[in-house]
């Protein structure tokens, strides 16, 4: 029973410690994520300044994790040349081992200081407040949690099993290794796996020798949740991640021979045996940076070789081809194709999220994700393409059409935005929660569902073709959008106050999805207004000459 409540208390003060380490990642984002991410990008100019940042990155962060997936992410977008992403890695690596460093330099007895700190920030209206006050609660935690592993382990001095354990690990390195990797791959936190053996070292019942061997093994694990978290991402993201991993498996294969003389080296030091494990992490990745900074543009070079660009895939555009960006009538009439590809993708999500609506079958909705991703991919990569072709030069006429292009995917774009972020989850709560609208609301929403995707056919047609009087027709229907959508939340309104039980279910679900309707209809009238403009047909105000 007793071995029971120490592992209860063990498990517990490893999850608080996760918890804070989120909740600082959490508060750091928050309060100056915008800040962060630019200082990452644009800190990356030279070796130092990536090395810097990075370790910057971590310290504010608490996660080298996050620090790999944000750079991986700029490199996916070439903000980030693979070499310094690498060199960022080396720094962030070397802020975790810092950051435990501080945590064990015995100052756990703050934590409710500033977890009071944290709470009257956090109370604050200003959002980065709020957020630096979260940060602050997430140290706060970070630093209790460390006195209750410390009380937590107290009773395993004196255990036997235990002994016996730390005593196989202790005659086989491999598996003393690969055990603490498995700890830092689960928690997904080399700190947290580091700071277990922190923990346990100041009980004194783990040698020098087994300490450094832990402590390897935690940087190892440590590197793999990265990894794992890219591998749906791009090549070039799985590059930077998985360059990280090797760096790490090859600093500890040469290391791990040399623990005992490690172990050796730091004891002749003037260091605090139970400090040990935080200055053996410090100490490694000191002398990994300094030892794989050198390789970093060879490493760069391997992962090209070893993840290789990947074949084409449903997000590639078919249509756009740089050589024909000479013949401008040419690139815009692919540009073109390629947008009303990008139509047909949000004409099915709009259809996948009609029939879940209509058959509360959750399987509909599957599909709208993945076609989000391929809708924001395809606009992205149009306008790349006509920036390209504004760059050599275009008539007046084909620069407004090359802006009609852009727009027309902006706004599709926008729309499938609003299909994933809104009319999904909403679609998926009444599902879900098997809720019923009332038969007029039910119909209502119908009509205007049915609407839309006949009105997003029409404007692909006068993307195309530019027809006048479709454009025209398309511009009175968003009228007629106009006025359903503030007739049925009348309606929805009137049966409220008669106390109808079904509309009182769906009150917000109804609105939300009226609203989002509304505003999906906006941005495919957009199409028409071009066409209506150059006619001078087209207003800049609805308001009515007062005069």
């Known amino acids: 029973m007793e071995s029971t409540i120490v592992m209860i208390n063990l498990f517990g003060a ?8 989120a909740q600082v990642k959490d508060g750091v984002l928050r309060a100056f994520g915008a800040r962060l991410r630019t200082g990452l990008a644009t800190g990356t100019r030279g070796g130092l300044r990536s090395f810097v940042s990075g370790f910057v990155a971590t310290l504010a962060l608490q996660s080298s994790t996050a620090t790999a997936l944000m750079v991986a992410s700029f490199v996916e977008r070439e903000l980030v040349k693979p070499r310094m992403a690498q060199i960022v890695l080396l720094g962030a690596n070397l802020g975790t081992a810092v950051t435990a460093w501080i945590v064990a330099t015995g100052i756990e007895w703050l934590s409710p200081l500033i977890i009071l700190a944290g709470i ?13 006050g979260n940060a602050l609660i997430g140290i706060g935690l970070m630093l209790l949690s460390l006195h209750l592993l410390s009380s937590a382990t107290e009773p395993m001095r004196q255990s036997p099993a235990l002994a016996a354990f730390i005593g196989l690990l202790d005659k086989a390195w491999p598996v003393a290794l690969a055990f603490s990797a498995g700890i830092a791959f689960i928690s997904s936190s080399s700190l947290a796996a580091v700071v277990l053996i922190l923990s346990l070292a100041s009980t ?26 890219s591998l749906a991402g791009p090549a070039s993201a799985k590059r930077v991640t998985l360059g990280n991993l090797i760096v790490r498996a090859a600093g500890c294969l040469i290391a791990l021979p040399l623990a005992g003389y490690g172990a050796e080296l730091l004891e002749m030091l003037p260091l605090a045996p139970p400090k040990l494990p935080v200055d053996a992490h410090l100490a490694f990745n000191l002398i990994l940076a300094a030892l794989a900074w050198p390789f970093s543009r060879l490493l760069s070079r ?6 290789p660009e990947e074949a084409m895939t449903d997000n590639a555009p078919k249509y756009l081809d740089n050589q024909e960006l000479s013949t401008p009538v040419v690139a815009l009439a692919s540009a073109t194709r390629e947008v009303l590809g990008v139509g047909d993708l949000i004409e099915r999500m709009l259809i996948r999220a009609s029939e879940a609506f209509e058959q509360n079958d959750l399987t509909k909705l599957k599909e709208i994700p993945s076609l989000e991703r391929q809708v924001d991919s395809l606009q992205q990569e149009v306008k790349i393409y006509l920036s390209k072709l ?5 008539s007046e006429e084909n620069g407004r059409r090359s802006i009609v292009i852009i727009d027309y995917a902006i706004n599709l774009e926008h729309i499938g935005d609003i299909v994933e972020k ?3 989850p909403q679609v998926a709560k009444k599902a879900s929660l098997g809720l019923r609208f009332s038969d007029d609301g039910y119909q209502e929403l119908k009509e205007l569902f049915d609407l839309t995707i006949d009105n997003l056919r029409i404007a692909q047609t006068i993307f195309v073709t530019r027809d006048f009087n479709l454009a025209k027709q398309l ?7 106009r006025r359903m959508e503030k007739q049925s939340a009348e309606r929805h309104l009137e049966r409220l106050r008669d106390g109808r039980a079904d509309s009182l279910q769906t009150s917000s679900l109804h609105l939300d999805m009226l609203r989002d309707l ?3 209809n906006a941005h495919i009238v957009s199409v028409a207004h071009p066409i209506l403009d150059e006619s001078g047909l087209l207003i800049e105000s609805r308001l009515r000459n007062a005069s």
């Open 204 to 229: 004194g019942i783990l040698s020098a020798d087994l300490v450094i061997v832990l402590v390897l093994g935690a940087n190892l694990g440590g590197a793999i949740p990265p990894v794992i978290a």
């Open 14 to 21: 490893v999850a608080l410690l996760l918890f804070g380490l």
């Open 422 to 424: 809104g009319l999904l």
């Open 390 to 394: 504004g760059r050599e030069g275009l």
């Open 518 to 520: 509304k505003r999906i």
């Open 302 to 307: 391997l992962m090209l070789r070893l993840v």
């Open 120 to 132: 009257v920030l956090f109370r604050s209206v200003s959002t980065a407040r709020q957020g630096g």
């Open 475 to 481: 511009m009175d229907v968003k009228v007629e959008v």
